[in-house]
């Protein structure tokens, strides 16, 4: 079976700052991996897919992320925090052997931004 | 395009009645899904389908029914609600990986 683990429930960050989300993931094959934001009461948002191309992954609104086989993560980076990245970020995982449309989420860490 | 939508944005039940949660897509994807919300747990699907006439079960689809007779709607039935059916439902469409989500239902049942 496919997971992923957000390894923090909450990150508080100040404006201006990098932003470090981390996420691993356990998978029998060669996974799809994807990051969604989603705002408050809003729907979920696509920042960015990995699908076995590069392995660093650029998104929307500066954001990145970098596949790491070794180490099973797909942590999402942004070098500068801003008040408007203040959002839930999900990360998720698809494959093969699940339908690759069928999206397992994580649990979801809610991102603070500060002034 | 209108993307996904879905009705109503929020609703009220009593323990036992049926509704049906509405959901629409114009971008003529086969692929159509719903996933319910709870703190905590993420999102978390319910039921698919790949397109008109196939529908199949997700993760939790106990208490819930769907069907699809057209490429463009895939309705969520609740046919007795229960309290542990409070949640965020969104429904989503893709053609390829990336899916597209709608704003969210939220339902409260008392």
């Known amino acids: 079976a496919q997971s992923v683990t957000q390894l923090d429930s909450h990150v508080s960050v100040s404006e201006g700052t990098p932003v470090l989300l981390r996420c691993n993931y356990s998978?029998?094959?060669?996974?799809?991996l994807f990051w969604y934001v989603q705002h408050p009461n809003k729907g979920l948002q696509l920042l960015l897919k990995?699908?076995?191309?590069?392995?660093l992954v650029k998104g929307i609104n500066g954001f990145e992320a970098e596949f790491k086989k070794s180490e099973t993560s797909f942590h999402l980076t942004k070098p500068s925090a801003h008040m408007s990245d203040a959002a839930e970020y999900f990360c998720?995982?698809?494959?093969?052997?699940?339908?690759?449309?069928?999206?397992?989420f994580g649990t979801g860490t809610r991102l603070l931004v500060s002034p | 395009n209108a993307g996904v939508t879905q009705t109503p944005k929020f609703q009220v039940l009593k323990t036992g009645q049926s509704m049906t949660l509405q959901c629409a897509q114009d971008?003529?994807?086969?692929?159509m899904s719903w996933y319910r919300q709870d703190p905590g747990m993420g999102l978390r699907l319910i039921h698919y389908?790949?397109?008109?006439?196939?529908?199949d079960q997700g993760e939790v689809p106990n208490g819930y029914n769907v069907s699809r007779s057209t490429t463009e709607d895939f309705p969520l039935r609740l046919l007795s609600a229960a309290p542990s059916q409070t949640s965020v439902y969104f429904c989503?469409?893709?053609?390829?990986?990336?899916?597209?989500f709608g704003p969210g239902t939220r339902l409260l049942v008392l």
């Open positions: 989503a469409s893709s053609l390829g990986e990336t899916q597209y």
């Open positions: 998978s029998s094959y060669s996974p799809s």
């Open positions: 990995y699908t076995s191309a590069a392995t």
């Open positions: 998720v995982v698809s494959g093969v052997n699940t339908g690759f449309q069928k999206l397992v």
């Open positions: 971008m003529n994807h086969e692929y």
């Open positions: 389908s790949v397109g008109a006439g196939i529908t």
